[in-house]
């Protein structure tokens, strides 16, 4: 299968080896991943502002860059962008006059999953250690991001594929449902109840013994790691396609910044070499990404 990535903003800015554990992920089954050139973001955080008529162009991109590229299904490590594809993208058209691009856009969405409902729902991963060949062999909570449970109701699939690696302990974090207090921009409009939020979730993490706290968002992920440096304490964060793409033989590292190794190795079908995250924020696109793609997303 050919699988399109759409990276999203903060992972492409600043967790590029979300990017690139998606790519071995779902290399390491057999597919050709492609990264579509143009792309950008997904207009989320100006739809939740209220920015209406400024987010129309930044559909108006998406949709040309995804409707242009050549693939089968496309994927992309955020329940939460995935969701504003089909929650937000046809309505912002729809106010903006644009009924094709509104139908367009609901085109490119209902063929864009994220990474667990992939794995799970098209790909029939249910056991990572057994197909996927995972392997972390250490004691990890889950947190669910809203998005993820309330629009794009995704239930346990991160939760169960976490579970199925190798060596992992998953425990079961208190009131997991509850907000981690980020939510885009109102963390900046908000900064104080979110904060309060975030202390309270991590409070849960804590309490939990873990050694990192796993999660679909990076945005969360984000947001309660800061929290807990600040404070110096609780666990560090990961991204579940992290975990997933960890092995025995190339192992997510946790002493210090918790980072996936990138080897130079070629990946599958002359793909290009992968390159250290001081590449940037185009290192996604020019990792192991097979692709018609001229460089990183915007």
């Given at each position: 299968?050919?699988?399109?990535?759409?990276?999203?903003?903060i992972?492409?800015?600043m967790?590029?080896?979300?990017a690139l554990?998606?790519v071995?992920?779902?290399?390491?089954l057999?597919h050709?991943?492609?990264?579509?050139p143009?792309?950008?973001c997904c207009?989320?955080?100006h739809v939740?502002?209220g920015?209406f008529?400024?987010?129309?162009p930044?559909v108006?991109?998406?949709?040309?860059?995804?409707?242009?590229?050549?693939y089968?299904?496309?994927?992309?490590?955020s329940?939460?962008?995935?969701a504003?594809l089909?929650?937000?993208q046809p309505?912002?058209?729809?106010?903006?006059g644009d009924?094709e691009?509104?139908?367009?856009a609901a085109a490119?969405a209902?063929?864009?999953?994220?990474?667990?409902?992939?794995?799970?729902?098209?790909?029939?991963?249910r056991d990572a250690a057994a197909?996927?060949g995972?392997?972390?062999p250490?004691?990890v909570?889950?947190?669910?991001s809203?998005?993820g449970m309330r629009?794009?109701?995704?239930?346990?699939?991160?939760?169960?594929l976490?579970a199925?690696?190798?060596?992992?302990?998953l425990?079961?974090?208190?009131?997991?449902?509850e907000?981690c207090?980020?939510?885009?921009?109102f963390?900046?409009?908000n900064?104080d109840v979110?904060?309060?939020?975030?202390?309270?979730?991590?409070?849960n993490i804590?309490s939990t013994?873990?050694e990192?706290?796993t999660?679909?968002?990076?945005?969360c992920?984000?947001?309660?790691?800061?929290a807990?440096?600040?404070r110096?304490?609780g666990?560090?964060?990961?991204?579940?396609?992290?975990?997933?793409a960890?092995?025995?033989?190339?192992?997510?590292?946790?002493?210090g910044?918790?980072?996936?190794?990138i080897p130079k190795s070629?990946?599958?079908g002359?793909c290009t070499?992968?390159r250290s995250s001081?590449a940037?924020?185009?290192?996604?696109a020019?990792?192991?990404?097979?692709?018609h793609?001229?460089?990183g997303?915007r």
């Amino acid at each position: 299968m050919r699988i399109a990535l759409f990276a999203t903003c903060i992972v492409d800015a600043m967790y590029p080896r979300v990017a690139l554990a998606t790519v071995r992920v779902l290399e390491r089954l057999g597919h050709e991943v492609v990264f579509p050139p143009g792309q950008g973001c997904c207009s989320q955080m100006h739809v939740n502002s209220g920015y209406f008529d400024d987010a129309l162009p930044v559909v108006r991109n998406h949709v040309k860059a995804f409707t242009a590229a050549d693939y089968d299904v496309a994927v992309a490590p955020s329940g939460s962008c995935v969701a504003s594809l089909g929650h937000q993208q046809p309505m912002i058209a729809r106010a903006g006059g644009d009924e094709e691009l509104a139908v367009a856009a609901a085109a490119v969405a209902g063929n864009t999953y994220e990474l667990s409902q992939l794995l799970v729902d098209v790909l029939g991963v249910r056991d990572a250690a057994a197909q996927l060949g995972s392997w972390f062999p250490h004691r990890v909570t889950y947190h669910p991001s809203c998005h993820g449970m309330r629009l794009l109701r995704l239930g346990d699939r991160q939760k169960d594929l976490v579970a199925s690696v190798g060596g992992l302990d998953l425990v079961e974090l208190p009131d997991a449902e509850e907000c981690c207090g980020f939510g885009g921009t109102f963390s900046f409009k908000n900064p104080d109840v979110s904060a309060a939020m975030a202390e309270e979730k991590i409070d849960n993490i804590v309490s939990t013994g873990a050694e990192l706290c796993t999660g679909g968002d990076a945005s969360c992920l984000m947001h309660l790691g800061g929290a807990m440096a600040r404070r110096d304490s609780g666990p560090g964060t990961v991204h579940f396609a992290e975990i997933l793409a960890s092995t025995r033989e190339n192992p997510l590292e946790v002493s210090g910044p918790v980072e996936l190794s990138i080897p130079k190795s070629r990946g599958r079908g002359g793909c290009t070499s992968a390159r250290s995250s001081a590449a940037g924020p185009a290192s996604p696109a020019s990792s192991s990404v097979s692709s018609h793609t001229t460089g990183g997303a915007r």
